[in-house]
């Protein structure tokens, strides 16, 4: 089946520096991919909407200037988290609709960011 | 979006089938139940969708009301692979695909 993978599989940070995260669609093209975000014993919260070649489009309440979303190719997007704070600290996931299967989704492994 | 209704917690028995419930009482009619699941510290997987009749595929069964207001995934032999938080979501196809999650339940299986 399809795959997506997500770069890194961790990092930890200090508070006030970026951090980027990206997701990889390894073997089709997406051109739109998700972003969800899961803090510990929670269900996953989507944070944005990537578009490849236009802006993100966010959920309600999220900033885009502190999460700063880039879709510059049919197989890369990228999460930047911007000035990090440890309430930041978070398991990021992204997510792309295969383009085989209309109806489905694969997920990447998901980003644990720990802010100190 | 209309929401899903789960229990938090369900256990089972391995090797035994597990029914796992979700209610959808404000379903509109361009709603597609899916169900995904995630294991331990990863991304969630694809398990099984439907529209109105009931699906079976390689992983699970999908039981739909006939009225749509509530669904059923089966898994008829639960592993210990299968514990996992199983999130069953409504999908609009008009709002772009995008997937809501509500809480899930949260299937342990006891070997």
């Known amino acids: 089946g399809a795959v997506v993978s997500q770069h890194p599989s961790w990092v930890i940070c200090k508070s006030g520096t970026s951090v980027k995260i990206e997701c990889r669609s390894l073997?089709?093209?997406?051109?739109?991919m998700f972003w969800y975000r899961q803090f510990p014993k929670q269900s996953l919260m989507l944070m944005a909407t990537?578009?490849?070649?236009?802006?993100?489009?966010?959920e309600q309440g999220v900033e885009k200037d502190k999460f700063l979303i880039n879709h510059a190719s049919l197989t890369l997007s990228t999460l930047t988290v911007t000035s990090a704070h440890p309430e930041d600290s978070s398991f990021y996931i992204c997510?792309?609709?295969?383009?085989?299967?209309?109806?489905?989704?694969?997920f990447g492994p998901g980003t644990r960011l720990t802010v100190l | 979006d209309a929401k899903t209704t789960q229990p938090n917690s369900m256990e089972s028995n391995e090797e035994e089938p597990v029914h796992l419930p979700c209610n959808h009482s404000?379903?509109?009619?361009?709603?597609?139940i899916h169900w995904y699941r995630q294991l331990p510290s990863q991304g969630p997987e694809y398990v099984i969708h439907?529209?109105?009749s009931n699906v079976n595929n390689r992983m699970a069964s999908l039981a739909i009301a006939e009225d749509r207001k509530s669904s059923t995934l089966i898994l008829h032999r639960a592993t210990l692979r299968d514990a996992a938080v199983y999130y069953c979501?409504?999908?609009?196809?008009?709002?772009?695909?995008?997937?809501?999650f509500g809480q899930g339940t949260e299937l342990s299986v006891k070997p």
């Open positions: 997510s792309a609709p295969s383009a085989s299967e209309i109806d489905t989704q694969y």
């Open positions: 073997d089709f093209q997406a051109t739109t």
């Open positions: 990537s578009n490849e070649g236009s802006k993100a489009t966010y």
């Open positions: 404000t379903i509109s009619g361009t709603d597609y």
């Open positions: 439907g529209l109105t």
């Open positions: 979501i409504l999908r609009d196809y008009n709002q772009g695909g995008k997937l809501i």
